[in-house]
């Protein structure tokens, strides 16, 4: 079945720093989400790739789709502490359900 | 607007007790519906998926399982509760379309097997 494989596990950044995670199917993907995952809490939608090359940017976060639809990143630019959580790419599986990546565990340092 | 419950949040349950976990979803209809489990500091392994009423499909094997009595209803259930069941049980829905949607996550809940 599809596979969505995620790195790195672990990313600690002095704040300020750029992060980046990346994401890898094994199967061509319709489409990929984002989620970000605050310590203690639960998963928070963040953005939607569908077409293949696709970029898409929100703030600081700069998200990509590849051009052959089976990766994809999210870049974070210059780090806040507010970015610390778990990030989750998650893709569509044989039946349209939704597999999560491994997710990221960012740590800002102050 | 759409809100999903998950009840309860924290739950400490012994060896070899039953287990039911419920999630309701307010102001959709014919919802996806997912349960999903995190082990502390991993990913989100995908349990169950629900596509209507009675519609169960199993991604993994194991000691649980789900059931879809109500189109907005979703439960997991244990007859027996393992040890290896600990971890963080999120429920999930999305808009059931041809093309994927996002998906909203309940608040979760923390189960400890003792």
């Known amino acids: 079945g599809q596979q969505v494989m995620q790195i790195p596990q672990y990313q600690h950044v002095q704040e300020g720093e750029d992060f980046t995670t990346y994401c890898n199917s094994s199967?061509?993907?319709?489409?990929i989400q984002w989620y970000k995952q605050r310590p203690g809490g639960h998963p928070v939608f963040l953005i939607q790739?569908?077409?293949?090359?696709e970029v898409k940017k929100q703030k600081r976060l700069t998200f990509q789709f590849g051009e052959a639809k089976k990766n994809s990143s999210l870049h974070i630019t210059a780090t806040q502490t507010t970015d610390v959580g778990t990030y989750f790419c998650?893709?569509?599986?044989?039946?349209?359900?939704?597999?999560f990546g491994s997710g990221t565990q960012l740590t800002v340092l102050p | 607007s759409q809100t999903i419950h998950q009840w309860p949040a924290t739950l400490v349950q012994p060896v070899g007790s039953p287990l039911s976990l419920e999630c309701t979803v307010e102001?959709?209809?014919?919802?996806?519906l997912y349960w999903y489990r995190q082990a502390a500091g991993r990913g989100l392994q995908l349990l169950f998926y629900?596509?209507?009423?009675?519609?169960i499909s199993s991604e993994v094997p194991q000691n649980l399982s789900a059931s879809r009595p109500q189109d907005r209803q979703f439960i997991l259930s244990s007859k027996k509760l393992l040890l290896s069941d600990s971890g963080f049980y999120l429920c999930?829905?999305?808009?059931?379309?041809?093309?994927?949607?996002?998906?909203?996550f309940g608040q979760g809940t923390r189960l400890t097997v003792v």
């Open positions: 999930a829905w999305s808009v059931r379309t041809t093309l994927n949607t996002e998906a909203f």
């Open positions: 199967t061509t993907l319709s489409n």
């Open positions: 790739l569908v077409k293949s090359g």
């Open positions: 998650a893709g569509p599986g044989s039946a349209r359900q939704l597999t």
């Open positions: 102001g959709t209809s014919n919802p996806n």
């Open positions: 629900s596509v209507g009423i009675g519609q």
